[in-house]
């Protein structure tokens, strides 16, 4: 039986030791693990639609959604309501670690320092870029 928190805001921590952090850059919604710090555009609601599946609202109100555009999986923070692209499955590696896996059955992961740590959604399998610490706030 489904009996978790229904909303519970969270940042994520990268493997880099950074935030991830939702973005409105000229209504870009871009995503990134880049903040050094928690302030409030690193805070994201975890919304439970299930035992492990989830959606994740940003303080902008809006979703982050693993959008095919162009297969660049980008992961974008403006989607205005939950849909398919905006329904993650949340994998607890260990205590305190997930992994997200995209309605695409790709694994989130952080992409490269020189493109600005942008979240992709598209990993095949899992591995360290794609492991998140759960920060419950």
């Given at each position: 039986m489904f009996d978790r928190m229904y909303r519970r805001d969270i940042a994520l921590k990268t493997c880099h030791n950074r935030f991830v952090t939702a973005l409105n850059h000229q209504g870009g919604w871009r995503v990134n693990g880049l903040a050094h710090r928690l302030l409030g555009w690193e805070i994201l609601s975890l919304?439970?639609?299930?035992?492990?599946?989830?959606?994740?609202?940003t303080a902008h109100s809006r979703y982050l959604s693993a959008a095919d555009e162009?297969?660049?999986?980008?992961?974008?923070?403006?989607a205005d309501r939950i849909l398919g692209w905006e329904v993650f499955e949340m994998v607890e590696v260990e205590p305190g670690r997930?992994?997200?896996?995209?309605?695409?059955?790709?694994?989130?992961?952080?992409?490269?320092?020189?493109?600005?740590?942008?979240?992709?959604g598209d990993a095949p399998s899992q591995r360290p870029e794609c492991v998140f610490t759960r920060v419950f706030l």
């Open positions: 919304i439970y639609l299930s035992d492990t599946h989830v959606a994740l609202k162009d297969h660049r999986w980008q992961i974008y923070g403006g997930i992994s997200l896996l995209t309605s695409h059955g790709r694994w989130v992961r952080v992409g490269a320092e020189s493109l600005g740590y942008p979240l992709l």
